[in-house]
């Protein structure tokens, strides 16, 4: 007999709420006062409900965005200093992996025609 590992879909909303329950928004707080972070709609540093609260939303329009665009394997989107990365191992499927990030600094450089000096 052969036993055959099959990976079981998770419903995103699920995927959702494991990420935001382990997220710690408490740092990212302590982050934000530290460096007198404000978000514009708040008028203040966000508290950790508001910037759950936020992640909600941005992740509602990212999963509403996959599920329109079902060939599309990763999407992600970003505002207040968080980014919410959505991906899925097969077109048309669930995504089967949802990322919170806060961004503090990134840099990205393109390969110019010439070389860099």
């Known amino acids: 007999m052969e036993i055959i590992s099959i990976k079981k879909e998770l419903d995103a909303k699920v995927l959702l709420e494991h990420c935001i329950e382990n997220f710690d928004f408490l740092k990212v707080r302590l982050v934000m006062v530290f460096l007198d972070w404000k978000w514009a709609h708040v008028g203040a540093t966000p508290n950790t409900t508001q910037m759950k609260d936020w ?5 509602s329009s990212a999963l509403k965005h996959m599920k329109e665009n079902p060939k599309q394997r990763k999407f992600s989107t970003s505002s207040g200093g968080f980014e919410v990365v959505v991906t899925r191992t097969y077109e048309g499927c669930e995504p089967d992996n949802i990322e919170i990030k806060f961004i503090l600094e990134s840099w990205d450089q393109q ?3 010439e070389p860099l000096n």
């Open 55 to 59: 992640i909600i939303q941005l992740s």
């Open 111 to 113: 390969a110019p025609e």
